[in-house]
């Protein structure tokens, strides 16, 4: 019994490493809607449609909860961008998460997201998979909040967890006052 636990979890995947930065003056009562506006998914072993599904819902459950009202209008206060990557493990190390955070295009700049990590290998057991999401004062299009996480799982579990880690690093996002 003891044993197949064992190898139970050693199967699962490691926790995910969850960060954030934040303008140090963010103030987040001064934002009341927001817009997603676009994403970037890049998977070897499943569907970009589905995982951004998963992420736009998991996005707008907390943004809701945090006090923000969804808005399709170009008048929203924030505007909301994502990217996904998976990148296979003993693949040379592509861009950091803090890279790609700066590799994310401002949503005004017209920018359509390239590759993020390139996949040119068969998928392997493992990835790392990558999560960025970015809010932008839709006014200024400054950057007020970034959050990330990196999470080591199985190939073919990538779309798996993905809403709960989406949740871990929008928790960190300051409520509306």
């Not at 943004?63 to 909301?80: C, H, I, K, Q």
């Not at 390239?114 to 004062?137: E, H, N, S, T």
């Not at 970034?146 to 996002?173: C, K, P």
């Amino acid at each position: 019994m003891l044993v197949g636990a064992g190898v139970a979890l050693a199967a699962c995947a490691s926790a995910p490493t969850v960060g954030h930065n934040a303008d140090p003056l963010l103030q987040s009562a001064t934002y009341k809607t927001y817009r997603v506006v676009s994403e970037a998914v890049d998977s070897p072993t499943s569907s970009s449609p589905e995982a951004a599904t998963v992420v736009n819902h998991a996005i707008h459950r907390v943004m809701r909860a945090r006090g923000f009202v969804r808005s399709e209008a170009e008048t929203a206060d924030l505007l909301v961008t994502f990217a996904v990557a998976a990148a296979p493990v003993g693949v040379p190390a592509g861009p950091t998460v803090a890279e790609q955070v700066a590799m994310i295009p401002s949503a005004g700049d017209g920018a359509i997201f390239g590759d993020l990590i390139p996949f040119d290998v068969a998928p392997p057991r493992q990835v790392d998979k990558q999560i960025v999401v970015r809010l932008q004062d839709a006014k200024t299009m400054q950057v007020v909040w970034s959050g990330w996480a990196r999470h080591r799982i199985n190939a073919d579990r990538v779309i798996t967890g993905t809403s709960d880690i989406v949740l871990r690093i929008l928790t960190r996002l300051p409520h509306r006052s």
